[in-house]
């Protein structure tokens, strides 16, 4: 099988980078630059014509697109430790949480990324600056919502660290890069941020 990655700070591939370190995983890779627009040529549009990173060619040509997928094919095949949940309602949990971060936070946040951000710019033609700039309570909305969420626990579904904090954490220091970083205010979520920082995976 093959990986192909991206660097930061992009968070889509960072996810299962962070998994991987998780898991104690080697896989793999190539890493492809966003910045010289290698995501959009020959020859990884053979392998994904949507031009998107990350993806994971298996040994059988098959290819998954999607950074909690590949995820959930690698617990499929390594389930310890456990980081999709354990029972049908840890499941349930850490599924839901993982969409609310997606949707309620990450749709806002990618508006602002892709119409007011200089280094999408050059791609984007053309930006809805206003448009993209009236995203940001959005965001700053979700990121409350998650800051209350956790106020009673030290990650979001009250049990473990999983694929939920990780796909938070990406968001929320993409986030960061595009200029909204957490509000002081919102202690909880900052305090969670710190925990989840201080693991090892982090780094990855």
Known sequence: MLFYDAVNPAPNPRRVRIYLAEKGLSVPTEILSIVKGEHRAEPYLSVNPLGQIPALKLDDGTVLTESVSICRFFEAMHPEPPMFGTNPTSL???????????????????????????????????????????????????????????????????????IADIVLLTTIDFAAFVGIAIPDDLVALRAWHDRASARPSAQA
């Open 92 to 162: 349930a949990e850490v599924d839901m949480w993982t969409r609310r971060i997606e949707l309620r936070l990450m749709i806002p946040l990618g508006m602002v990324w892709v119409h007011t951000h200089p280094f999408t710019a050059r791609i984007v033609k053309p930006q809805y600056t206003e448009y993209g700039e009236s995203q940001r309570p959005r965001v700053l909305a979700a990121m409350a919502e998650f800051d209350r969420a956790l106020a009673d626990r030290d990650w979001l579904d009250g049990k473990s660290y999983s």
